[in-house]
């Protein structure tokens, strides 16, 4: 198995006359690394998003990461639940691990709803009739359960109640996942290294480094 789980070498990418979004951009995520990554144009996170999660092909440069199915974002997992399937009908998916690891030791679904507060009905409703306030946790559910190699967040740090917060940064700091985050870092959030991507493309390596995760 190796190490480095994503790698990315000299890669550049932009639409003719256009300011480039990225420019001989090179960094590497070794496995069990948190980085995050944040672009000063959303454009540039959207190509990021893009060349990890689509065919798009950067125009110089190459991207070494985990097979399609091995990398996996929150944003593909939304569109890729059934709403009118049931939380529980969704997790029997092969994508879903049935005790994955969290908060130290093996978690069944109804533990970690239990965790997060979801009630075992809410478990057995389809997707779409749970109102909008409920969803966040259930994202949080299914990103848990996600048998992945490299896992991709946008946005889903934000907004969190205080409650969630806590569950949520309880389990980051617990979690042996690898984890590129697409964004500014949320305060209170650890991360091996942080990165950003200039109006130019170019990369600023943050050199931020955590004591808690060595």
Known sequence: MKSVVLEFKGVSYGVKDEKADLTEVSFSLQRGQRISLHCVRPEQSETIWRLLQTNLR???????????????????????????????ENLASPRFEMRPWVAGKPRTWGQLADMLEISNSTLRRPIESIEA??????????????????????????????????????????????ILYLGEPAEGIAFHYQFAINADGHLMDQNIKHDRFW
């Open 133 to 178: 306030s409920g969803r966040q946790r259930i994202i949080w559910l299914f990103l848990w359960c996600l048998d992945v190699e490299l896992l991709i967040l946008e946005s889903v740090l934000e907004g969190l109640d205080q409650s969630l917060k806590k569950i949520v940064f309880d389990w980051w700091e617990d979690s042996k996942g690898t």
């Open 58 to 88: 950067p125009h110089k440069g190459n991207i070494d990461t985990p097979v399609r199915d091995q990398c996996y974002s929150n944003r593909l997992l939304e569109t890729g639940l059934n709403p009118k399937k049931t939380i529980l």
